[in-house]
């Protein structure tokens, strides 16, 4: 049997995007690649609804947060990070590791991050350099309210990093519009490509901030200004310093491609209703949702397992039983007490939850509770 993938990433690939990995190697540089390159620029500068520069960073997700926090730091300055879950945690962790003082402006596991703790937050810390928060927390499937946070950040003109890894494309997101400073995603999640790639998109406010800050300390690899350097001086040959993964970004192609055909708003709307079909499914079989409604993420769910029942013996017995690979989860008080539906796949569809609906009533009537 093979088995549906329905973590929060990878998501399986479309035909299209599976044909592109497939596609003969071509040189990464040169004037036919080069207008591919940026051709996927602009198709993802649409996704972030942005005008500023936009690169696509090699590496998974983290390599462009790792990217966007390091470049905006310098050792000793104060970064205010969002810690609602695992993801927010990594933020504060990657902060740390650049010798930041990290402010965390905490919510409980499964709860939203509140705008009003970063106003204190920025009341207490006003040297701070950046905010940094994750648009969606994966780990909880919380939707947090980045748009409110950077009405504060720009208030107090302090950048506001946004790790939009799982919510770019799956949720209503304006980088320029909202005031974002930099946003990380990925090739894996919500855009339906292969992992391996971490699209930035960074705005004038940023390089600001950047520049303020020199080029110490943070190497040449992720150094955004090393990727600047040479967008501006290789424009029509090698406009990045590294051998460019061509499929991958052949594939990422062809994932924004289908986005933007489709159409964000539509694809968004989709994500919306089968998430909602997933929550109301969920809560008829008795599995409580960890967040509540009014800031539930569309593209991944978390919910409870049955009272005294392991998490992990639900994700066992979906995959070996219905075919359908969910994810554990749960650190700390959580662990092994919540499980996730990963649903952002752009090819999701009403049978994908219906199906995973089903395999848990099944576990349930064989745990004895049906
Ligand atoms: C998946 C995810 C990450 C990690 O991405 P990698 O590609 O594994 O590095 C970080 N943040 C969020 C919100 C995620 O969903």
Redesign the pocket.
């Known amino acids: 049997m093979t088995v549906r993938l329905m973590i929060?990433?990878p998501v399986p690939l479309s035909e299209s995007v599976a044909e592109a990995m497939a596609a003969p190697v071509q040189a990464h540089y040169g004037p036919a690649w080069v207008s591919i390159h940026n051709e996927t620029l602009q198709l993802l500068r649409q996704a972030f609804v942005t005008e500023g520069d936009v690169f696509i960073l090699v590496?998974?997700?983290?390599?462009g947060?790792d990217a966007a926090i390091g470049n905006l730091l310098a050792p000793g300055d104060a970064a205010l990070v969002g810690v609602n879950g695992y993801?927010g945690q990594?933020l504060a962790a990657i902060a740390r590791a650049y010798g930041a003082h990290v402010v965390e402006v905490a919510a409980e596991w499964g709860e939203p991050l509140a705008p009003d703790a970063f106003e204190d937050a920025l009341q207490n810390n006003p040297s701070a350099s950046v905010i940094v928060v994750?648009?969606?927390?994966?780990s909880t499937g919380v939707l947090n309210p980045v748009r409110q946070i950077a009405q504060i950040a720009n208030a107090h003109a302090v950048p506001i990093i946004v790790?939009?890894?799982?919510?770019l494309g799956g949720v209503e997101f304006a980088m320029d519009g909202w005031g974002i400073d930099i946003c990380v995603t990925?090739s894996?999640?919500c855009l339906g490509g292969p992992?391996g790639l971490?699209p930035v998109a960074v705005g004038p406010k940023a390089w600001a901030a950047i520049e303020k800050r020199g080029n110490a300390g943070h190497g040449w690899y992720l150094n955004l200004q090393t990727w600047r350097e040479f967008a501006r001086s290789q424009k029509d040959w090698h406009p990045y310093p590294i051998t460019m993964p061509t499929n991958a970004i052949l594939a990422l192609r062809e994932g924004v491609r289908a986005l933007l055909t489709e159409g964000i708003a539509h694809r968004i709307g989709r994500y919306k209703t089968l998430a909602g079909r997933l929550r109301s499914g969920l809560e008829y079989l008795g599995f409580r949702p960890l967040a509540a409604d009014a800031h539930a993420a569309p593209v991944?769910t978390a919910a409870y397992s049955l009272p005294g029942v392991p998490s992990g013996r639900i994700v066992e017995f979906l995959e070996r039983v219905h075919g359908l690979e969910i994810a554990g989860g749960g650190l700390g008080h959580l662990h092994d007490k919540i499980f996730r539906v990963g649903h952002m796949a752009p090819s999701i569809s009403e049978r994908d939850i219906d199906d995973v609906l089903a395999g848990l009533e099944d576990f349930k009537c064989q745990v004895g509770e049906g």
Do not use: N
């Not at 994750?134 to 994966?138: F, L, R, S, V, W």
């Not at 790790?163 to 919510?167: A, P």
């Open positions: 929060p990433g590496g998974s997700g983290s390599a947060l993801f990594r994750t648009h969606i927390e994966t790790d939009g890894i799982s919510s990925a894996q999640k992992a971490a991944v």
